[in-house]
């Protein structure tokens, strides 16, 4: 008997269509349940526990008995409510996270994250080398057939670039605005055309320097909160742009574009002020984290990771992002290059790891079909 199955999601696109594609391959009938948090609690971060006083009851869906057996779910606000759901069922219903959690592990029955997140060795977890994010094709290839009166003049390449925001332990500065603009300039000096968009994590000051410094034959969006959905062309670049320059900090945004087997580069961001001593902390985790292989020395390594795991509150040797290990993985696969490098087409494969997912996932109940 197939499992009654709860997809619990927020509001946040890219998070939900990492469930969607596992669900979409798992195969079983699932019950969608929405919800979405209080005003104060859109950006705030509620404190992490079981409950549902973060989320608003007018724009949510209800959680009522019966309850499911098992929840598949992403992201903090949707977790804690599934949480609570698998409180009221009397610990009886399974959850299944995708992505890094925000509470502890032994929290849930089964944790998909992919590697940049340097999860510890634990049976529940799973490691997959990148996030199960999805291009939702058939709306790009409507936005490129929108946009292409507006693309069909400009000079090959267009070269889109795709401009992020400051995250730890990146800047986003002046600095970084200057670099972007030189790769423009070169793309312009090849004959090309370079669109930048930016995103709205992107600084003000950043924004000024590329509306001031970039050639003239580039293009501009700059994002507001306020500018309609059909004025923004990140999905028609997606469709039409040749090749890609995008920020370190944005790993959706380098597997969006990896995911269309387009050409790659990722631009570095250079480290804060506490970035280096940063750097380094995110290093040794991924030591501590990597790889999983089987030699004496590795398997200390994991009893190592796992007790670090246990006293680490604060999340400094677990759970905690590498970019730059990231990076090298698109890289070493050959799905990207560094800015300044030559664009090429991807010249390696997308590592594959939904169907080891799915299983996973199949097996909290002990199906293997």
């Known amino acids: 008997m197939t499992p009654r199955t709860w997809v619990i999601l927020g509001d946040k696109r890219g998070d939900n269509g990492q469930v969607e594609t596992i669900v979409d391959a798992l195969g079983w009938p699932v019950e969608h349940r929405f919800v979405q948090p209080l005003p104060q609690w859109v950006y705030g971060k509620p404190r992490y526990r079981s409950t549902l006083e973060h989320l608003d009851p007018e724009r949510s869906d209800p959680l009522e008995a019966p ?3 098992l929840i598949i779910t992403v992201g903090r606000r949707p977790s804690m409510a599934a949480l609570w759901v698998k409180e009221q069922s009397g610990g009886r219903t399974k959850i299944a996270l995708v992505g890094k959690p925000s509470g502890l592990l032994d929290d849930f029955d089964l944790v998909i994250a992919s590697g940049e ?17 999805q291009v939702a094709e058939d709306a790009v ?25 400051e995250t730890n332990p990146f800047v986003m500065d002046e600095r970084v605005a200057h670099g972007l603009v030189a790769e423009a300039k070169r793309v312009v000096a090849d004959g090309g055309t370079p669109w930048i968009t930016t995103s709205r994590r992107t600084t003000a000051d950043v924004v000024a320097v590329l509306e001031r410094d970039l050639p003239a034959e580039a293009r501009l969006f700059t994002w507001s909160a306020d500018a309609p959905p059909e004025d923004n062309p990140y999905r028609a670049l997606l469709g039409s742009a040749d090749a890609f320059v995008v920020t370190g900090d944005s790993i959706s945004m380098q597997v969006e574009v990896a995911r269309l087997r387009k050409p790659l580069a990722i631009f570095p961001l250079p480290a804060g002020r506490f970035g280096a001593p940063d750097l380094w902390r995110r290093r040794f985790a991924s030591w501590l984290n990597n790889p999983r292989c089987q030699t004496p020395a590795d398997r200390w390594r994991q009893r190592l990771a796992r007790a670090i795991y246990r006293i680490d509150t604060f999340k400094l040797f677990s759970a905690t992002r590498d970019f730059q290990a990231f990076h090298r993985l698109l890289i070493d696969h050959g799905l990207a290059v560094w800015a300044g490098q030559p664009l090429a087409e991807p010249s ?22």
């Not at 997140?117 to 997959?128: A, D, F, K």
């Not at 290839?141 to 889109?160: I, N």
């Not at 390696?348 to 079909?369: H, I, K, N």
Request: net charge negative.
């Open 348 to 369: 390696g494969e997308l590592p594959d790891d939904l169907s080891v997912a799915v299983a996973r996932v199949r097996s909290l109940f002990g199906c293997t079909s």
């Open 141 to 165: 290839r409507e936005a490129a057939d929108t946009w292409a009166p507006r693309f069909a003049d400009l000079p090959r390449p267009l070269v889109a670039f795709l401009v992020g925001g």
């Open 67 to 69: 309850w499911p057996d």
């Open 117 to 133: 997140n340097q999860m510890p060795p634990l049976p529940n977890v799973l490691v997959t080398a990148l996030p199960f994010m």
